[in-house]
């Protein structure tokens, strides 16, 4: 931890560190009570969020019947992100994040409660989705890189991995629920009643916050106010390639591979001619492959970047195949390891940025991670809308998976040559064998 002397004296941890954490199993992170009553909460406002999604998308194609309508809503949920997000990781870092947590989940809640009002008066147009799409991105500015950092002082470091595959997890279980949920909702009763119980839902997280013993948080020094934080920031991640290309790879995953509402939505009205139904069935299906790759990683305790790469590569080439899937059966059947392959991305970017970041500059550098992965959307959420729109979802689909293919390669490449490795192809104990190894050992590997 650093003690002052400024964030790049200090040493970080490095990424390429495979040692597991110590008394680490699948759910060792839950023993500790203050992230246990996060969690739960986490869980609840998780479902109510999933649900908001769901809702959300297929009003906004209800109202006006285009795909890019549902990427300018998307656009406009992130775009505050793009534009602001940076600064948000400095507010993460100067305030006590506790605090700053409570008064970020109420605004969530109350953009779910307004949402709620217009829809059940009768009264919601799409720009008032437009309107609170773009106020709930503005307090996801601040809430994000808060929330990120404030993990590290519920659980300490040997820790750090666990929770933060955990929470991937607690956030993929909701994501199993909420969509079913919200499905169920729109047929019966209409998108309203889903926008309510997703503003209710932040009083779970509200409550768990207000219960923690402050005195168990890991005391993490806050950065004091002063002149030049966000240049500190940059130059800090840009001066270390186990930083820099991680987020780079995440930035395109999330521009161009993670713009599902798009698709699917897309998918379920013009390839399949379904209902609002079949769209949360596609949502829980990549969902429970999301669950699986979170609890996976919380198994497997380490953040290796090769891992990172090729669940890239597999992620991009899995959607370009899903895209031209000749049945229904196939396509929703590929929505598993797709689910799978993207949140392995996330959680072994994420938890492996963290811990090679100095704890003074967590916030910064988690809200340069999150600016890249969902800032980027306003960006590509249009621009794939319309591809999908002029040339069909199949093509739409596929452009996505096929740049986030080439994305992974190239940060693969750039990754090995950073850590003195060539991809050797041959035999390892009477198999074929591809895999990046050391330079000098490269001759003893055939």
Same mark, same amino acid.
């Given at each position: 931890?650093?003690?002052?002397?400024?964030?790049?004296?200090?040493?970080?941890?490095?990424?390429?560190?495979?040692?597991?954490?110590?008394?680490?199993?699948?759910?060792?992170?839950?023993?500790?009570?203050?992230?246990?009553?996060?969690?739960?909460?986490?869980?609840?406002?998780?479902?109510?969020?999933?649900?908001?999604?769901?809702?959300?998308?297929?009003?906004?194609?209800?109202?006006?019947?285009?795909?890019?309508?549902?990427?300018?809503?998307?656009?406009?949920?992130?775009?505050?992100?793009?534009?602001?997000?940076?600064?948000?990781?400095?507010?993460?870092?100067?305030?006590?994040?506790?605090?700053?947590?409570?008064?970020?989940?109420?605004?969530?809640?109350?953009?779910?409660?307004?949402?709620?009002?217009?829809?059940?008066?009768?009264?919601?147009?799409?720009?008032?989705?437009?309107?609170?799409?773009?106020?709930?991105?503005?307090?996801?500015?601040?809430?994000?890189?808060?929330?990120?950092?404030?993990?590290?002082?519920?659980?300490?470091?040997?820790?750090?991995?666990?929770?933060?595959?955990?929470?991937?997890?607690?956030?993929?279980?909701?994501?199993?629920?909420?969509?079913?949920?919200? #499905?169920?909702?729109?047929?019966?009763?209409?998108?309203?009643?889903?926008?309510?119980?997703?503003?209710?839902?932040?009083?779970?997280?509200?409550?768990?916050?207000?219960?923690?013993?402050?005195?168990?948080?890991?005391?993490?020094?806050?950065?004091?106010?002063?002149?030049?934080?966000?240049?500190?920031?940059?130059?800090?991640?840009?001066?270390?390639?186990?930083?820099?290309?991680?987020?780079?790879?995440?930035?395109?995953?999330?521009?161009?591979?993670?713009?599902?509402?798009?698709?699917?939505?897309?998918?379920?009205?013009?390839?399949?001619?379904?209902?609002?139904?079949?769209? #949360?069935?596609?949502?829980?299906?990549?969902?429970?492959?999301?669950?699986? #790759?979170?609890?996976?990683?919380?198994?497997?305790?380490?953040?290796?970047?090769?891992?990172?790469?090729?669940?890239?590569?597999?992620?991009?080439?899995?959607?370009?195949?899903?895209?031209?899937?000749?049945?229904?059966?196939?396509?929703?059947?590929?929505?598993?390891?797709?689910?799978?392959?993207?949140?392995?991305?996330?959680?072994?970017?994420?938890?492996?940025?963290?811990?090679?970041?100095?704890?003074?500059?967590?916030?910064?550098?988690?809200?340069?991670?999150?600016?890249?992965?969902?800032?980027?959307?306003?960006?590509?959420?249009?621009?794939?809308?319309?591809?999908?729109?002029?040339?069909?979802?199949?093509?739409?689909?596929?452009?996505?998976?096929?740049?986030?293919?080439?994305?992974?390669?190239?940060?693969?490449?750039?990754?090995?040559?950073?850590?003195?490795?060539?991809?050797?192809?041959?035999?390892?104990?009477?198999?074929?064998?591809?895999?990046?190894?050391?330079?000098?050992?490269?001759?003893?590997?055939?």
């Amino acid at each position: 931890m650093s003690t002052g002397s400024g964030a790049d004296s200090a040493p970080a941890p490095t990424a390429y560190d495979t040692t597991p954490d110590r008394k680490q199993t699948m759910f060792s992170s839950l023993k500790i009570r203050n992230y246990r009553l996060f969690a739960t909460g986490q869980v609840v406002s998780n479902t109510g969020t999933w649900m908001q999604r769901i809702a959300q998308d297929w009003l906004v194609l209800t109202l006006t019947g285009s795909a890019s309508a549902v990427g300018i809503t998307i656009a406009l949920q992130f775009l505050p992100m793009l534009l602001f997000g940076l600064y948000g990781g400095v507010i993460a870092d100067r305030m006590p994040k506790r605090r700053l947590l409570l008064v970020t989940q109420a605004a969530m809640g109350l953009t779910g409660l307004a949402l709620a009002a217009l829809t059940l008066s009768g009264h919601v147009q799409v720009w008032h989705v437009y309107l609170t799409a773009f106020l709930l991105g503005l307090v996801t500015v601040v809430d994000n890189p808060a929330r990120q950092s404030f993990v590290a002082e519920m659980v300490g470091p040997d820790q750090l991995r666990n929770a933060v595959s955990l929470n991937s997890a607690n956030f993929q279980s909701a994501r199993l629920v909420g969509p079913a949920v919200a #499905g169920v909702l729109i047929t019966a009763v209409g998108s309203g009643y889903a926008f309510l119980l997703n503003g209710l839902s932040f009083l779970a997280p509200v409550a768990g916050l207000m219960m923690m013993r402050t005195s168990e948080l890991h005391k993490v020094e806050r950065a004091p106010r002063g002149k030049g934080q966000l240049r500190e920031g940059l130059r800090y991640v840009a001066g270390r390639p186990e930083l820099i290309w991680p987020i780079v790879l995440v930035g395109f995953i999330g521009t161009f591979g993670f713009n599902f509402p798009i698709w699917l939505s897309a998918f379920v009205d013009d390839v399949y001619h379904s209902g609002a139904g079949t769209y #949360g069935l596609l949502n829980t299906l990549m969902a429970a492959g999301s669950l699986a #790759g979170a609890l996976l990683a919380a198994r497997r305790g380490t953040s290796r970047l090769r891992i990172l790469v090729g669940a890239a590569v597999l992620f991009g080439l899995l959607e370009v195949v899903t895209a031209f899937a000749p049945e229904f059966w196939i396509f929703a059947a590929l929505m598993v390891p797709i689910g799978m392959c993207g949140l392995t991305v996330n959680v072994t970017a994420n938890s492996s940025v963290q811990m090679a970041t100095d704890p003074l500059m967590r916030g910064r550098v988690m809200s340069l991670f999150m600016m890249v992965f969902t800032g980027g959307t306003p960006l590509g959420a249009p621009l794939v809308g319309w591809i999908t729109d002029a040339y069909g979802p199949r093509v739409g689909f596929a452009a996505g998976g096929a740049v986030a293919t080439l994305a992974a390669v190239a940060v693969g490449v750039m990754l090995a040559r950073v850590g003195g490795l060539r991809l050797s192809v041959g035999w390892h104990r009477g198999h074929p064998s591809v895999r990046f190894v050391e330079r000098e050992r490269l001759t003893t590997v055939a």
